[in-house]
């Protein structure tokens, strides 16, 4: 059964009441009721109570679903109460209470809440199907196609059936259904919620297990869905089962704090009150006190706590220009900490969170936090998407046309769904699961497009190119971020502008490495399954990852087609292109003759292998020992250097077209089969290479140097292009000499 657990010896919390003795400025309307969801638990957690039977529940379901939708009609709820009391007739909690007490409390949760008819009609039959004998069918025909919808998705499947596997298969349909329809999980959410405020009576081992999978499953869901009211509550009693000591200390702690005769925030709200009267806007100032875990997490963080730690100022307004305007009269007439200011509401939360943040400062040192918002972003801060109704229902000028689309559905749950139907089995979707809704933050990156991609804080290129492009991000070589070139494993920040550069490949393959810098559980799962599939070709990369991380300096790929050493020799090492020109120089009979003239009678010419000149490049020369002429380019770092030096300048100029030699550096991202694509695409451009360096990657990118003989100097502009359309090079120069130092 979905509810097995009776009256709670585990104190409930209250978590972020507002407290009852602070006078509001103005009058309450009656449209925007104000939500106190946990008043329920308020009693329970600073002293004994009587704990009676549950009044006459169903007239509470009402009373609170009039308060947010007064011309509801309530005939789908009369009859669905009907219903599920005769279905439940004779079942009992383990408490001795009839079972139909939980239906009708998980129902008044929603209620109070805001939830819509419809969602409260599914709420009261949600454990029919999964624990009577009604069935689907029957309650699609007495109260239609949604109503049935939202039953099945927190219908549990059955142990019988699924054994181990039940559990982690359950909320993956759960899951499912939320896709088509986050009502479900607001279901789900209240239906836990009251199983964990009536867990007293269980063992403690397993008190503890389902307090595990509500802190990391139940929980993250909630922040998400932005239902904080939920949320909160859920964590306190969370805290009260797995942390039984640091409970009662933060118990302590509130208790104390309420016997103060001082308040630092009751005199705070008191002078916002003035200053805003002053300023003639209207406003609520309440206090909003601090739920045990945050308390708990504030005193770890700053030690001893003071009077202004255990709860915030909340300001309600009526318009979001109200907002600013409240925060520039208490920026103006208070003291303002403003490295504390955050304006979500111009930025939202990914959970639809909304309101300005702020902190002033006492004149004792004490810090005040304060924030600011309007009746609406309260209602939706406190009870998330249940705060929006029903999301599905068609405006009246846009009739639906027959297609239901999602507008709640944010970027994670997005993101959950495509992952989770690639999970290989229940263990790893339960798992991953955990570990994806451990990531509590959202970022947003833009395209190019104008586009954007919702990820978890700490995603890198790799992540934002298999949300982008699915199992097609295989191809992806690299990334330009804002507008530079960045390798995948590039940390993404909020706000960035990822452009992706996909090779035109259709068999390429993605780097084991990837999975290193893999933040999310769809890009994982897609890299998984590819070296899955592939072992053959995973194998090869980890034997050429293995070989480049032996390489403890450059050296020459002798190995590769079409690459020989320069001096013809086998295993010799070619010329550095940054050896100053000083070295021993290639004779000018390596060249066909006429190449280069000098104006030297007799001398032979050398072309420098520092800047390798080709034509049309402009020219000088020098002699060198032996009569020779060496011939730089003018723009190459020798050339000053000798010039300071006082080596004699020679006139040379470009003879007859024919053979030249020049030394290129390739930058490209590290992929496999690079170099044979990079040296068959040089061969193809008729270009003999002579020889080559590829440096040991860093950061996923390599930087290949190669000298090559061609036939004419005609054909260089046409190599590098060659070059550079090489999936994963993304850019190609002649060499340039490193100056030297002195």
Avoid at 218 to 243: M, S, Y
Avoid at 256 to 264: E, T
Avoid at 276 to 281: N, V, Y
Avoid at 380 to 405: I, K, S, W
Wanted: proline fraction near 7%; aromatic fraction near 4%; glycine fraction near 6%.
């Amino acid at each position: 059964m979905s509810a097995e657990a009776t009256d709670s010896v585990t104190p409930g919390p209250m978590p972020g009441a507002v407290s009852a003795a602070v006078t509001p400025t103005a009058p309450r309307r009656k449209a925007r009721p104000r939500i106190d969801l946990r008043r329920l638990g308020r009693a329970a957690l600073l002293g004994p109570a009587a704990r009676g039977r549950l009044p006459d529940a169903i007239s509470h379901v009402v009373e609170a679903h009039r308060a947010h939708h007064p011309d509801a009609d309530l005939e789908p709820l009369r009859h669905a109460y009907v219903l599920a009391e005769s279905s439940h007739r004779g079942q009992m909690r383990k408490s001795g209470e009839p079972y139909i007490t939980h239906p009708l409390a998980v129902t008044l949760i929603l209620a109070e809440l805001g939830a819509e008819t419809t969602t409260l009609t599914a709420s009261l039959l949600h454990d029919t199907v999964e624990d009577t004998d009604v069935t689907l069918d029957q309650v699609r025909d007495q109260f239609g196609e949604e109503v049935r919808y939202l039953v099945d998705g927190v219908t549990k499947l059955e142990k019988v059936d699924y054994g181990a596997a039940a559990e982690p298969e359950t909320f993956r349909k759960m899951l499912v259904a939320t896709g088509n329809d986050v009502r479900v999980m607001s279901i789900k959410l209240a239906d836990r919620l009251h199983n964990m405020r009536t867990l007293g009576v269980m063992r403690p081992e397993k008190q503890e297990r389902i307090a595990k999978v509500t802190r990391d499953v139940l929980i993250p869901l909630a922040e998400r869905l932005g239902v904080q009211a939920l949320k909160t509550e859920l964590e306190d009693l969370v805290f009260a089962i797995l942390h039984p000591e640091e409970y009662a200390h933060t118990r302590e702690l509130i208790v104390r704090n309420a016997a103060r005769a001082d308040d630092p925030l009751a005199e705070v709200a008191d002078e916002v009150r003035g200053v805003l009267r002053e300023a003639d806007i209207p406003a609520e100032v309440l206090i909003r006190p601090r739920h045990f875990v945050s308390v708990h997490r504030v005193s770890r963080k700053r030690g001893r706590l003071r009077g202004s730690d255990f709860g915030r100022v909340l300001v309600l307004v009526n318009e979001d220009a109200d907002c600013y305007a409240v925060l520039g009269e208490l920026h103006t007439c208070m003291k303002p900490v403003v490295s504390e200011f955050k304006d979500f509401i111009a930025v939202p939360k990914f959970n639809l969170y909304q309101s300005l943040h702020t902190a002033v400062a006492r004149e004792d040192g004490q810090v005040v936090e304060v924030l600011i918002r309007t009746h609406q972003m309260h209602k939706v801060a406190e009870a998330g998407v249940v705060a929006l109704g029903n999301p599905y229902a068609p405006a009246p000028d846009d009739p639906a046309d027959g297609e239901r689309v999602d507008p709640t559905r944010p970027g994670w749950l997005s993101r959950l769904l495509d992952w989770q139907e690639a999970a290989p089995d229940p263990d790893h979707f339960w798992s991953t699961l955990r570990e994806d809704l451990a990531q509590d933050r959202e970022i947003t990156v833009f395209r190019p497009d104008g586009g954007t991609l919702g990820l978890p804080e700490g995603a890198t290129c790799v992540d934002a190119a298999y949300a982008q492009y699915g199992e097609d991000a295989h191809a992806c070589i690299g990334a330009r971020v804002n507008g530079r070139l960045a390798t995948l494993s590039t940390v993404l920040k909020d706000g960035d502008t990822v452009q992706l550069l996909m090779g035109q490949d259709a068999a390429s393959e993605p780097s084991r490495e990837w999975l290193e810098h893999a933040h999310t559980p769809a890009a994982r799962i897609a890299i998984q399954r590819w070296l899955a599939a592939h072992p053959a070709q995973a194998e090869s990369q980890q034997n050429e990852t293995r070989i480049a991380e032996d390489r403890t300096a450059p050296r020459p790929t002798d190995d590769l087609p079409g690459v020989r050493p320069a001096d013809g020799r086998a295993g010799a090492r070619p010329a550095d292109v940054s050896e100053p020109d000083v070295a021993p120089e290639q004779p000018a009979d390596r060249f066909a003759t006429g190449t280069v003239l000098a104006d030297l009678p007799g001398a032979s010419v050398r072309l420098a292998r520092c800047c390798t000149p080709v034509p049309p490049d402009e020219i000088t020369g020098f002699a060198v020992r032996g009569g020779a002429v060496t011939v730089h380019r003018v723009e190459c770092a020798a050339v000053a250097r000798m010039k300071d030096g006082g080596r004699a300048e020679v006139g040379v100029h470009w003879g007859e077209a024919a053979e030249c030699r020049v030394t290129l550096v390739a930058e490209s991202f590290v992929r496999p089969h690079l170099l044979a694509d990079l040296t068959e695409a040089m061969a193809s451009e008729g270009a003999e290479i002579v020889s080559a360096t590829v440096e040991p990657p860093t950061q996923q990118q390599v930087r290949h140097t190669y000298t090559v003989q061609l036939p004419d100097a005609g054909h260089l502009p046409g190599l590098m292009r060659a070059m550079r359309d090489v999936a994963g090079v993304y850019d190609v120069s002649r060499s340039q000499p490193q100056p030297q130092g002195n």
